[in-house]
């Protein structure tokens, strides 16, 4: 299981850093995935990081946030700076499959809450 922390109230322009703990031998081989959910909107991939370190950020958080994993200590961080509103969001983070984010069945845990402040 993974069980995403770090998050809070900070004003725009702030910055976060969350991060998403894992358990099992099998973490490092896995890409994880940082999702979010707006009130209101469906939940949507904000980055996501192979087993070997590559990543993908979805554009409007592009130069903003970094993806990056610590192996050793079976982590996934997610920095986030220069935040806006629009990032209001329950963040979550999950191994990343194609079609996770349409699977009725997939398990997402609680998440964090990140609130930004205009």
């Known amino acids: 299981q993974l069980q995403a922390s770090g998050g809070g109230l900070v004003q725009a322009g702030g910055s976060l850093r969350l991060s998403c703990a894992a358990s099992g031998s099998t973490f490092s081989i896995k890409p994880i995935g940082w999702y979010r959910q707006a009130p209101g909107q469906q939940r949507e991939l904000v980055a996501r990081i192979s087993s070997g370190g590559s990543t993908y950020y979805t554009d409007s958080v592009k130069g903003r946030f970094t993806i990056s994993r610590d192996n050793a200590k079976n982590t996934v961080s997610l920095q986030m700076n220069s935040l806006k509103p629009e990032d209001t969001a329950v963040y979550y983070c999950?191994?990343?499959?194609?079609?996770?984010?349409?699977?009725?069945?997939?398990?997402w845990g609680q998440g964090t809450l990140v609130t930004v402040s205009s």
């Open positions: 999950n191994v990343w499959r194609m079609g996770l984010v349409s699977d009725p069945r997939a398990y």
